[in-house]
Every structure is written in structure tokens, then in C-alpha cells.
């Protein structure tokens, strides 16, 4: 279901967003799971083709506040942050509390059937 929605964002009329955050997991996990270093920067060099929210001073301050606001962690509160900064209403993650609104922005589980 995750795979078919990502796909979907691919072919959307206008690119969806994705945090410098989120491509460092990807890469991460991507070379855990056996994927070639080349063939992962291959993939991450795709998904720099989205909207890319940096990771810099003045998201790390705002993820600090959102960190002491929800009582997530540091690494959830740079997510939420980014997705702030980007001004969407809904935000793809497995990790945060599906269907709550933090803020105006919605989390739902893309693995969730």
C-alpha cells in the first residue's frame, strides 16, 4: 500500500515535499537492507527531484519547541518541523500517532491498510 502511494506522489502534478531528514533515513536503511551504496544515492539523487526541506538553524530551533510542545523526540520534532515549514496539512510517518493533528498537521501511516 506504501509502495502504491509513494507512486502516486510520483506521478502527482506537482512535487510532493521530503526533508533532508527523512532522505538521510532512507539512505541509512536502504544500505542496511543490502542496497548498494551507488545503487542508494541513485535513489536518493531521484527523490532530490521532490521538494527538499533543508536541515538548518532555523529548523532545529523549531523543531526544539515542537520537541517540548508534543513530547516526541528530536528527530520526530525536525520531521513535524519540516512538514511545517513546508505548509502541508498531512504527514506521511509510521512513527508519529497516526490520525493526530499536530498543530495542523495531520499524521497518517502510509502502512496502515
Not at 519547541?65 to 523526540?73: A, G, I, L, P, Y
Not at 498531512?90 to 491498510?113: F, I
Amino acid at each position: 500500500m506504501a509502495k502504491k502511494k509513494v507512486e502516486e506522489l510520483w506521478e502527482s502534478d506537482f512535487p510532493p515535499f521530503i526533508s533532508v531528514q527523512v532522505l538521510q533515513e532512507l539512505y541509512v536503511n536502504l544500505v542496511r537492507k543490502g542496497i548498494s551504496d551507488n545503487e542508494a544515492n541513485e535513489i536518493i539523487q531521484d527523490y532530490l527531484n521532490w521538494e527538499v526541506i533543508d536541515n538548518d538553524s532555523s529548523l532545529l530551533l523549531e523543531a526544539i519547541q515542537e520537541k517540548k510542545r508534543w513530547k516526541v523526540s528530536l528527530w520526530d520534532a525536525l520531521i513535524l518541523a519540516a512538514a511545517k515549514q513546508a505548509r502541508v496539512s498531512v504527514l506521511w510517518s509510521e512513527d508519529l500517532n497516526t490520525n493526530q493533528n499536530y498543530g495542523g498537521v495531520v499524521v497518517l501511516n502510509p502502512l496502515a491498510t
